[in-house]
């Protein structure tokens, strides 16, 4: 699919030489453009004008990525987190999910699927390296149910929190269950208001855990 406007991605890592490359790799390409690169958490907070998208470490000198994504959220609620790691570390992994984080990414991705990623956590999806996603299903398939829920999700909401669940974006949902994107946009609000939630990630959080998708 074609990009028709530029991704406005911001960095977090404090090895300049990742840092530096992966400032080229946006502002070389198409559709994308770096509007920052920090070392900490703390420099972004301070310098980071509004990203679309936000590259985060999560091992940084001061307070941890896993932990600086909730100050982010509250710093850029409209700014999509992508973590990025060297090791798929559960406790790390689930932390910045329960943060906010709406992907996350080991550091060996190729450059392509990484950018991929970006567009992927724009338009509303989930992206995920396939050794953090097995971590994360598998951690909440052992979970017991936390909480009940005070309303049933419809049949529909369940198939369309289960795409989200699976990195599915809006869109690719909506052409999936042959409905509109305003459809989609008119369901998830459903869904938080019947899971208390107020994001993506802790509404797929809640069900995993409530075991109303596997």
Same mark, same amino acid.
């Given at each position: 699919?074609?990009?028709?406007?530029?991704?406005?991605?911001?960095?977090?890592? $404090? $090895?300049?030489?990742?840092? @530096?490359g992966l400032a080229v790799l946006i502002d070389s390409t198409s559709?994308? =453009?770096?509007?920052?690169?920090?070392?900490?958490?703390? $420099?972004?907070?301070?310098?980071?004008?509004?990203?679309? &998208?936000?590259?985060? $470490? #999560?091992?940084?000198?001061?307070?941890?990525?896993?932990?600086?994504? /909730?100050?982010?959220? *509250?710093?850029?609620?409209?700014?999509?987190?992508?973590?990025?790691? &060297?090791?798929? %570390?559960? %406790?790390?992994?689930? @932390?910045?999910?329960?943060?906010?984080?709406?992907?996350?990414?080991?550091?060996?991705?190729?450059?392509? =699927?990484?950018? %991929?990623?970006?567009a992927e956590a724009h338009r509303g999806g989930a992206p995920m390296?396939?050794?953090?996603?097995? /971590?994360? #299903?598998?951690?909440?398939?052992?979970?017991?149910?936390?909480?009940?829920?005070?309303? @049933?999700?419809?049949?529909?909401?369940?198939?369309?929190?289960?795409?989200?669940a699976q990195g599915y974006s809006y869109q690719s949902a909506a052409?999936?269950?042959? #409905?509109?994107?305003?459809?989609?946009?008119?369901?998830?609000?459903?869904?938080?208001?019947?899971?208390?939630?107020?994001? /993506?990630?802790?509404?797929?959080?809640?069900?995993?855990?409530?075991?109303?998708? *596997?």
């Amino acid at each position: 699919m074609p990009q028709t406007e530029t991704i406005r991605v911001a960095i977090v890592e $404090d $090895d300049r030489l990742t840092r @530096e490359g992966l400032a080229v790799l946006i502002d070389s390409t198409s559709g994308y =453009r770096c509007v920052g690169r920090f070392s900490s958490v703390e $420099d972004a907070l301070k310098q980071c004008e509004t990203p679309d &998208v936000l590259l985060l $470490d #999560i091992h940084l000198p001061g307070m941890l990525g896993s932990e600086g994504v /909730k100050h982010f959220r *509250s710093r850029f609620p409209e700014a999509q987190i992508l973590m990025l790691t &060297v090791f798929a %570390e559960q %406790e790390k992994v689930f @932390e910045s999910i329960c943060n906010g984080a709406c992907g996350y990414l080991l550091k060996k991705t190729p450059p392509a =699927r990484l950018l %991929e990623a970006v567009a992927e956590a724009h338009r509303g999806g989930a992206p995920m390296s396939p050794e953090i996603a097995r /971590k994360v #299903i598998g951690f909440f398939q052992k979970a017991p149910p936390v909480e009940a829920r005070s309303e @049933e999700l419809s049949a529909q909401e369940t198939r369309l929190l289960d795409l989200l669940a699976q990195g599915y974006s809006y869109q690719s949902a909506a052409d999936r269950l042959n #409905i509109s994107v305003n459809t989609v946009r008119n369901h998830v609000r459903s869904i938080y208001e019947k899971l208390h939630v107020h994001s /993506k990630s802790e509404a797929v959080s809640k069900a995993l855990r409530n075991r109303l998708i *596997s």
